[in-house]
């Protein structure tokens, strides 16, 4: 293995993925360790299907943690929006920092990608999966959720976003240390 990378990113979540990508792409680097806590997605599994609870996996979750993080396992509905209208279902209120039409491009180049390498072209979700769609982002949407599995995504979302910050926070502290 080189020891020599023009970046590494250390989480395999969509947003190192990407970054990565974008580095490739930008031609600003070529040679970048991605780093995850997690396996391989083919060797990830999570028992809550044959035990019917979740039972804590340790050292970590595997279906969080690992190359795409919980993405590994979703159906695609990371981008969505209504062409009909502005309504915007993921990115919490993106739209108002860069605008409607600008959240828009960007999601559409981010599906791009994902259809690129892959992804299936089906958009899947009515009613419960729309809702939590739109309100996973609760408290930033106005309205909470109004099904349990909306409520429980937007926990979820808020405690694998908590985790990240800490362990950036905990990075920071100890580099400046």
């Not at 990407?18 to 396996?39: R, T, V």
């Not at 690992?66 to 929006?81: E, H, M, V």
């Not at 349990?148 to 979820?156: G, P, Q, R």
């Amino acid at each position: 293995m080189s020891e020599k990378y023009d970046a590494i990113v250390i989480g395999m979540g969509p947003s190192g993925i990407f970054f990565a990508y974008e580095l490739i792409q930008l031609k600003k680097a070529k040679n970048i360790l991605l780093i995850d806590q997690g396996k391989r997605v083919e060797n990830r599994n999570c028992p809550i299907e044959k035990v019917g609870k979740c039972v804590k996996c340790q050292p970590y979750c595997n279906i969080t943690s690992g190359f795409s993080g919980a993405g590994a396992f979703s159906d695609g509905k990371l981008s969505l929006y209504n062409d009909e209208d502005d309504d915007i279902y993921v990115g919490g209120i993106l739209q108002e920092y860069i605008g409607v039409e600008n959240t828009k491009r960007l999601i559409d180049y981010t599906d791009d990608i994902y259809l690129k390498f892959g992804a299936d072209t089906k958009v899947y979700g009515v009613d419960k999966e729309k809702e939590i769609i739109k309100k996973h982002m609760w408290p930033l949407t106005f309205s909470p959720p109004k099904y349990l599995e909306s409520f429980i995504v937007t926990i979820v979302d808020k405690y694998c976003a908590f985790k990240e910050w800490s362990i950036y926070c905990a990075f920071y502290i100890l580099k400046i240390a």
